[in-house]
Nanobody, 118 residues
């Protein structure tokens, strides 16, 4: 029973920061890549960031590159998304997902809501 539980969402002001966490269970976390994706109100899913199984490589959508940082702690079965210099357009429901690369994401969390507004 794979479980992915996101936390850390909330309200932030433009230019502010938030750190999202995703606690994973039910699979060998350290053997799998992980990703974050988001869905803004009225829009489709957007892949945000990914990280290799051991954290040796990271990937970012152009929309967040230079502002967001993905990391993981395999000892804690947790992947993080540090979000800096937040913009109103970052407002979205953020999902953590187990990432199979070209095969897509096979398991998803329920999401954590991030609202960026003054």
């Amino acid at each position: 029973q794979v479980q992915l539980v996101e936390s850390g969402g909330g309200l932030a002001q433009p230019g502010g920061s938030l750190r999202l966490s995703c606690l994973a269970s039910g699979f060998t976390f350290s053997s799998h890549a992980m990703s974050w994706a988001r869905q803004a109100p009225g829009k489709g899913l957007e892949w945000v960031s990914g990280i290799y199984s051991d954290g040796s490589d990271t990937y970012y959508a152009d929309s967040v590159k230079g502002r967001f940082i993905i990391s993981r702690d395999n000892a804690k079965n947790t992947v993080y998304l540090q979000m800096n210099s937040l913009k109103p357009e970052d407002t979205a429901l953020y999902y953590c997902a187990k990432d199979r690369g070209a095969y897509g994401m096979d398991y998803w969390g329920k999401g954590t809501l991030v609202t960026v507004s003054s």
